[in-house]
């Protein structure tokens, strides 16, 4: 079941999340967040964007979310979106039925394009990235330094809906979750 994030999920999420600050360079932050901090992001973030879990027989199996991708005015229109699935739950659809239904939400609020930095190399996120749509728009090189080495970050880019111009304001993201299994 995918649903809206609430602060209950936050000891899960920041589990899942946990390896990819400490062990690898997914993540570029080097200490992971505790629940605490998770579950004020989650509460942060959803006041603008949707974060969402896939909750699978009460174990979160994974989530995503979208956060603004630049706060300059003129980028209100593009979100940054992020994926972590359960070691567990991995190459079952979890993360392909997440985004889309962080893309569909994001449609209804009125936003044109999602990015996503991926942190090479990541083989498993780029070819997720691109199985759904995502194409390299360019590439950070050794961009950031972590565990002892410099690393690229590639840009992927996906057009949620064709433009218009002028676009609406984009709207805040609906009060009550959408039923969706
Ligand atoms: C990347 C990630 C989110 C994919 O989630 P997932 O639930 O395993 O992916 P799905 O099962 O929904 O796969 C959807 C499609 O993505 C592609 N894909 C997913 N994992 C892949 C892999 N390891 N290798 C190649 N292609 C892959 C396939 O095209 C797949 O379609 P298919 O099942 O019809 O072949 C997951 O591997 C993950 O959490 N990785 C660690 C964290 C991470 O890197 N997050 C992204 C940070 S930028």
Redesign the pocket.
């Known amino acids: 079941m995918i649903r809206l994030a609430a602060s209950a999920d936050a000891p899960q999420v920041a589990a899942i999340y946990r390896p ?1 600050c400490e062990g690898s360079h ?2 570029f932050e080097n200490d992971a967040p505790d629940e605490a901090e998770v579950a004020s992001r989650i509460e942060r973030i959803n006041r603008r964007f949707p974060w969402l879990v896939d909750e699978t027989g009460g174990t979160v199996a ?1 989530f995503a979310y979208a956060s603004p991708h630049r706060e300059r005015a003129a980028y209100r229109w593009a979100v940054e979106v ?5 070691e567990r ?11 889309a239904e962080l893309f569909d939400r994001l449609r209804s609020q009125g936003l044109f394009k999602a990015c ?4 090479l190399p ?4 780029q ?6 749509g995502f194409t390299l728009v360019g590439i950070y090189r050794k961009i950031g330094y972590k565990l002892g080495a410099w690393w690229d970050v590639g840009w992927w880019q996906l057009a949620l809906q064709p433009e218009i111009d002028p676009p609406p304001e984009p709207r805040p993201p609906a009060p009550i979750p959408l039923p969706k299994r």
Request: glycine share 18%; proline share 3%; hydrophobic share 40%.
């Open positions: 990819f997914i993540s994974g992020t994926v972590y699935v359960h739950f991995r190459g079952r659809g979890v993360g392909r039925g997440l985004y996503a930095g991926i942190a990541n083989p498993a996120s070819a997720f990235h691109e199985s759904m």
